[in-house]
C-alpha cells in the first residue's frame, strides 16, 4: 500500500503533466487557428507556406512532445510505486556491505543514472532522426549520436560523480553546519565549469576554428570596442555537422570573453545581420543579465540546500519511498523530486525575467548597430531557418518561453517586415 506522502507525490505529480499537456494543448489549438495567424502574416510579411511549415513541425513537436513526457513519466511513477528506490539501495548495501555511505551514495546515483540515461536513449533518438529529420534539421550521423551520448555519460560520470562524492562527503562530515558549505560548494563547482567549458568541454563536442580575417571580423570587433566588451577571439563553431538551427554566443567567466558564432548562421545572413545577432548576445552581458542570473543561482542553490537541511531528520521522508532510513544521498534523491514540483510552479517567474531581458537586449542592440533593421531581419530569417512559430498562446509563453514571440518582438522594435 502506497504511503501518504508518495500518494501526494504522485497525485502532484500527475496533476502537473495534466497541466503541461493542457498548456500544450492551448498552443497548437492557438497558433493552428487562422484567424491568429493572420496578423502576423501581414506584419512580418510571412507567406501561407512558410506558415504551414511552421505548423507542421509544431503539431509534430506536441504530438512527439506528449507521448514521450507522459511515457516517461509512467514507468517513472510506476518504478517509484513498486519500491523501485528503496530495491536498488537494497542491492547497493547487499553489495557493498559495512558503514560507506559516500559509496552507498555513489552507487545508488550511478544505477539511477544509468537507468534514467538508457530510458531516455529512443527518446533522444526518434527526435533526431525522426522529427527533426523530417522537418530538414537534422545533420548528425547516426555515429554522431552515438558519440555525443557516450562523450555525455562520460562527462557526466567523472564530474556529475566528483561532485556528489564532495557533496555527500561534506553532509557527512560538516555537522550542522552542512548546507552553507555545500551551497558555496556547489555554486564553486558550477562556475569552474563554466569556465573549462569553452576550453575543455565544448571541443568535445564541436569543431572550433578562428574567423577568418575579413569584414566580418573587422565588425565584430568594432562592436566590441564601441560597447567596451573585452573579446579575447572570434571563433567559428560546426554546428551545421548537428542541425541547421543557428545561433551566437560568448562564453567565459572570467577576464576576456570568447565569440562563437555558429557556422549556418554565418552562412546563411549578410554580414550586417550577424553583427545585429551577435550585438543582442553581447546586450546580456552588458546589461549584466549574466551576472544577475548568477546572483539569482547562488541564492537558490543557497535556499534549496537549508530547505534540504530541514527535511534531512524526517523518517517519513525516506520511508514513504522505500529507503530503509535516514541516509544523507536519500535525502538528495527524494528532496529533488519534491523540489521539481516547486520549480514548475516557479517557473512562470523565471521565464518572465527571461523574456522582460531578451527585450532590453533587443533594445540595446537596435542602439549600437548602425542599421535598425538588421535584427528584425535576422530573426524572421531564423524563424524561417528554424520554422518556428510567430505567435504562441499568451498562457503557454508565460510558462515556458524565455523568449517572447516573435511578433511581439518585433513590434517592440517598430519591425514591419517587407514593407
Not at 510505486?81 to 558503514?99: D, K, M, N, Q, S
Request: hydrophobic share 50%; aromatic share 14%; with cysteine.
Amino acid at each position: 500500500m502506497l504511503s501518504t506522502l508518495l500518494l501526494a507525490f504522485i497525485v502532484l505529480r500527475i496533476l502537473q503533466q495534466v497541466i503541461e499537456s493542457a498548456l500544450a494543448y492551448l498552443n497548437v489549438k492557438y497558433v493552428s487557428n487562422p484567424a491568429n495567424q493572420v496578423e502576423a502574416k501581414e506584419y512580418l510579411s510571412i507567406s501561407t507556406e512558410s506558415i504551414g511549415k511552421s505548423l507542421a513541425y509544431a503539431r509534430d513537436r506536441f504530438s512527439y512532445g506528449q507521448f514521450s513526457a507522459w511515457v516517461q513519466l509512467g514507468y517513472t511513477l510506476i518504478f517509484l510505486a513498486l519500491g523501485g528506490l528503496g530495491y536498488v539501495e537494497r542491492i547497493v548495501l547487499h553489495t557493498f556491505p559495512g558503514e560507506q555511505p559516500i559509496l552507498h551514495g555513489l552507487a545508488v546515483f550511478a544505477i539511477l543514472g544509468g537507468l534514467s540515461f538508457v530510458a531516455s536513449i529512443p527518446f533522444g533518438y526518434y527526435h533526431t532522426f525522426v522529427i527533426e529529420e523530417r522537418h530538414g534539421f537534422n545533420r548528425q550521423t547516426k555515429k554522431g549520436f552515438w558519440l555525443d551520448q557516450a562523450k555525455g555519460l562520460a562527462l557526466g560520470a567523472v564530474f556529475g560523480g566528483l561532485l556528489l562524492a564532495v557533496l555527500l562527503g561534506i553532509m557527512e562530515r560538516m555537522g550542522s553546519s552542512w548546507w552553507w558549505i555545500a551551497w558555496l560548494a556547489v555554486f564553486g563547482f558550477s562556475l569552474l565549469t563554466a569556465w573549462l567549458y569553452p576550453t575543455l568541454l565544448a571541443p568535445l563536442f564541436n569543431k572550433f576554428s578562428p574567423l577568418d580575417e575579413g569584414d566580418l571580423k573587422t565588425e565584430i570587433f568594432r562592436l566590441a570596442q564601441k560597447i567596451e566588451f573585452q573579446a579575447e577571439g572570434i571563433s567559428i563553431m560546426d554546428a551545421s555537422t548537428r542541425s541547421s538551427h543557428g545561433n551566437a554566443y560568448f562564453t567565459g567567466v572570467f577576464g576576456k570573453k570568447r565569440i562563437v558564432l555558429f557556422d549556418n548562421l554565418v552562412k546563411s545572413m549578410s554580414l550586417t545581420e550577424v553583427v545585429a545577432v551577435l550585438a543582442h548576445e553581447l546586450g546580456h552581458f552588458k546589461l549584466h543579465h549574466v551576472r544577475w542570473g548568477l546572483v539569482r543561482g547562488f541564492f537558490t542553490t543557497g535556499l534549496m540546500f537549508y530547505a534540504l537541511s530541514l527535511c534531512i531528520p524526517l523518517l517519513p521522508f525516506y520511508e514513504s519511498f522505500g529507503l530503509v532510513g535516514v541516509t544523507n544521498y536519500g535525502a538528495l534523491i527524494v528532496f529533488s523530486m519534491w523540489f521539481g514540483l516547486l520549480g514548475f510552479v516557479l517557473q512562470p517567474i523565471s521565464s518572465l525575467i527571461s523574456r522582460r531581458h531578451e527585450f532590453q537586449a533587443d533594445a540595446f542592440a537596435l542602439k549600437n548597430i548602425e542599421d535598425q533593421r538588421a535584427l528584425g531581419d535576422a530573426l524572421l530569417k531564423l524563424r524561417e531557418t528554424s520554422h518556428s512559430m510567430p505567435i504562441t498562446h499568451p498562457w503557454y509563453s508565460a510558462f515556458y518561453h524565455s523568449h517572447p514571440p516573435l511578433l511581439e518582438r518585433l513590434k517592440a522594435m517598430n519591425y514591419i517586415g517587407g514593407r
